[in-house]
């Protein structure tokens, strides 16, 4: 597709001139050439999205010579991916469209880097019989398309979005594991970096190489004088391996934009032509099977001078068309944006900002995630209630992403909002958190890193939640068990909270850090690399021997899992409601008008009077879903660490 010239100082005009596009001659003849039930599906899906798609685009690129011809271009190319999806995905998108809500349904999903996970695609379908012991539906896999040279940022440095990582397999492999866990009936979830591409991709080498079409794809910077007036507006993301957001390239006497590394070249979205490439390159995927987008890095698409060039209306434009496209032509896929950031920032992201329509499906709540880490370390909840107080509601259909680890690090600052309404003293509060997850506070069991921090200012926390939990530090059976409920905790309020609950790799097996000795190994200066373990098959095999921690967490999360699958309305859509126990150490919410969940975020036991805490004006049954199925005590004693899902309901 032939590269438009952009003109970046005009502004659009939102008001788009009519249109002969939807169903152009060359549409409807590219249509006329297939299967009847399959035309009637894309005429129906086309004429549903049209209005919203043009609109969008025309906001971001109607302003450009050829505007027309160039969103016919994009249309028919979508129209012929579309044309090209199997059999069973295309009866797939038939049924999700019928259950728009299927991923609302119970799901658990399970994150994993395919080498470290399993040495291979190949190998990641071996792991499936796992995944279902655990219940898992939705299977996270971390950049597996081909990367750059490493250091790659683990495989977020693309070089490639059409070819598989040679080390981790083929596409015919894709192919073949996306059925598998189709039959399965797990999802398949694969990162897409929208932001940057490695300095090989074969655009980058384009552009390095002289081409005007493909230099266009990037931003350029041509003084010292104008990075130093774009930085002055701008975050640091990795203030200490890679401060900074240019990178000086000498073959172009100029400074390309690298929001991350100096080998991630930030692409222009301003310029249509990448745009049109990276939809092309999100439906190829989807026909291989996968089911499910993580859209890194979302929040840096648009760059404005004088902002923090973060969450830019066109980011949401951008995004939007997007969802209108993967409408279009695998309406089957939902698209997770990865936008790490307060909750405050967050529902534009599901398409409740200034121009409102279908955006994402899912989103991360970092937020609830760090706070828990923060409750867990102050052994006092009150974090947790002010963060679940101000989470927002979702469009229908639209769900958090809750976790309590990843492959990234706990960034504590997305807690400033919440913490910022309690005082002006109160971000103390996350230095004191990531010093005692660092291990550098007395008394701390913890065994994590600090993550570009410095003593006087936060940023990150890197580790195993189990080594944050105490298990690496655990010196008598008695540490060793209350370790263990610690991470059983947090997980059990990931996955009571809703929405789509996350399992990282290796905390269903207690898995630790990474050794010094693996750590020196790892290509470049990433302290992330410290809770990226490869699967240790030791202690899979001691996941059924409940004396031990493996067993002891595995049988707990799938308890945690059947609990979710059994009641229902411990996974429906609903309103969270906190209530006040009279303990600042636990944290009580209620799901819905049946379920209700109890957090005890201390060393110590407490005991709690329920129906005085509920204020039943009736007789209440509470039944414990997790443990014994029975009714549960007026009076209920909750031991340290622990958590209770309960049933209730009321008599007479």
């Excluded at 999100?282 to 840096?300: C, P, W």
């Excluded at 059976?477 to 996955?495: E, F, G, I, K, T």
Aim: charged share 15%; hydrophobic share 40%.
């Amino acid at each position: 597709m032939p590269c438009m010239p952009v003109i970046d100082s005009v502004a659009p005009d939102f008001t788009a001139p009519s249109t002969s596009l939807f169903m152009s001659p060359s549409l409807r003849a590219l249509l006329n050439t297939l299967a009847p039930e399959r035309r009637a599906a894309l005429e129906r899906r086309l004429s549903a999205q049209f209005d919203t798609l043009h609109d969008r685009l025309f906001r971001l690129y109607g302003h450009t010579h050829g505007f027309d011809a160039w969103l016919e271009q994009l249309l028919s190319q979508t129209l012929q991916l579309a044309s090209q999806r199997t059999a069973d995905l295309g009866q797939l998108d038939l049924n999700r469209e019928e259950n728009p809500d299927w991923h609302q349904a119970a799901m658990l999903g399970y994150c994993a880097y395919a080498d470290k996970f399993a040495g291979s695609l190949r190998g990641v379908a071996q792991r499936i019989p796992h995944l279902h012991e655990l219940g898992v539906t939705y299977l996270h896999l971390l950049p597996f398309l081909k990367a750059g040279t490493p250091p790659n940022d683990g495989g977020f440095a693309v070089a490639s979005y059409e070819d598989i990582e040679p080390a981790l397999g083929t596409g015919a492999d894709l192919q073949d594991l996306t059925r598998q866990l189709r039959s399965a009936g797990i999802s398949l979830c694969s990162d897409f970096v929208l932001n940057h591409v490695s300095h090989e991709h074969a655009w980058a080498k384009k552009a390095l190489a002289g081409d005007p079409h493909y230099q266009a794809y990037f931003h350029w910077v041509h003084s010292p004088e104008q990075v130093s007036t774009w930085e002055q507006s701008l975050p640091q993301i990795f203030p200490q391996t890679a401060p900074g957001n240019f990178t000086y390239i000498p073959a172009q006497k100029a400074w390309t934009w690298t929001t991350f590394y100096p080998y991630q070249w930030d692409l222009n979205y301003a310029n249509p032509a990448v745009f049109a490439e990276v939809a092309q390159a999100l439906l190829k995927l989807s026909n291989q099977g996968v089911e499910s987008f993580r859209l890194d890095s979302t929040a840096f698409l648009w760059k404005r001078i004088g902002t923090h060039c973060l969450n830019q209306p066109e980011v949401h434009w951008i995004l939007q068309a997007i969802r209108s496209l993967m409408a279009i032509a695998a309406p089957g896929v939902l698209l997770k944006a990865e936008a790490i950031m307060p909750t405050r920032d967050l529902p534009p992201y599901f398409g409740l900002g200034e121009t409102r329509g279908p955006e994402c499906h899912l989103a991360y709540h970092a937020s609830l995630m760090s706070a828990s880490w923060v409750a867990l370390a102050e052994q006092k909840v009150q974090i947790i209630q002010d963060v679940l107080a101000n989470t927002p509601a979702l469009p229908d259909g639209a769900s958090w992403m809750s976790y309590v680890r990843c492959h990234d690090d706990i960034g504590w600052n997305v807690l400033r909002p919440e913490l910022d309404l309690r005082g002006p003293d109160q971000r103390e509060r996350l230095l004191k958190a990531a010093q005692f997850f660092a291990g550098e506070s007395p008394g701390s069991y913890a065994r994590g890193a600090s993550f570009q921090s410095s003593p006087l200012s936060v940023h990150g926390t890197n580790g195993m939640a189990s080594a944050l939990v105490g298990l690496a530090s655990a010196q008598t059976p008695m540490q060793q068990a209350l370790a263990v409920d610690r991470l059983v905790l947090m997980y059990s309020l990931a996955l009571f909270v809703g929405g789509l609950p996350l399992i990282y790799m290796g905390d269903e097996l207690a898995l630790g850090n990474v050794s010094p000795a693996d750590m020196a190994t790892r290509l470049g200066t990433d302290g992330r690399e410290l809770h990226r373990p490869v699967f240790d098959e030791s202690a899979f095999a001691l996941r059924h021997d409940l004396s031990t921690p493996q067993g002891q967490v595995f049988a707990a999360l799938c308890d945690l899992s059947r609990a979710r699958r059994e009641h229902p309305d411990l996974c429906a859509p609903g309103a969270l409601t906190v209530l006040n126990l009279g303990h600042d150490t636990v944290l009580g919410v209620r799901r819905g008008q049946r379920s209700l969940g109890l957090f005890n975020f201390s060393a110590e036991p407490v005991s709690l009077n329920l129906h005085q805490a509920l204020e039943a004006s009736q007789a209440v049954t509470l039944t414990d879903v997790l443990h014994s199925e029975q009714p549960c005590p007026d009076t209920l004693v909750l031991p340290p660490y622990a958590a209770r899902w309960l049933e209730t309901s009321t008599e007479g």
